[in-house]
């Protein structure tokens, strides 16, 4: 079974950082990318960043371009998210999702059960 499985979500106050990690298991890691998308309460779902396994290429939504950073560890299976600086409007529940290919095109078919990020002023 496909798996995604997102932690490291947290309090902490404006300015701080966190790191999310997603440990991917049921499929070929190398064969998708791997995105971040939000929701926060009575928000619509945002795509944040995304990974694609083809070539590394990384997307990041305006919002967190230049403070969160995506990355991608093969030998484990998992993507990480540092978010740095973060803001009280970054607060939100934080999931992963796999790609329905190798690259971002902001189409997920796999969803991780969340991790909520809350950022205190």
């Known amino acids: 079974d496909v798996q995604l499985q997102a932690s490291g979500g947290g309090l902490v106050q404006a300015g701080g950082s966190l790191r999310l990690s997603c440990v991917a298991s049921?499929?070929?890691?190398?064969?998708?990318?791997i995105g971040w998308l939000r929701q926060a309460p009575g928000k619509e779902r945002e795509g944040v960043s995304c990974?694609?396994?083809?070539?590394?290429?990384?997307y990041y939504s305006d919002s967190v371009k230049g403070r969160f950073t995506i990355s991608s560890d093969n030998a484990k299976n998992t993507v990480y998210l540092q978010m740095n600086n973060l803001k009280v409007e970054d607060a939100a529940v934080y999931y992963c999702?796999?790609?329905?290919?190798?690259?971002?095109?902001?189409?997920?078919?796999?969803w991780g059960q969340g991790t909520q990020v809350t950022v205190s002023s």
């Open positions: 049921g499929f070929r890691f190398g064969d998708y990318a």
């Open positions: 999702a796999r790609g329905t290919g190798a690259t971002c095109t902001g189409r997920y078919g796999y």
């Open positions: 990974i694609s396994s083809s070539d590394g290429s990384t």
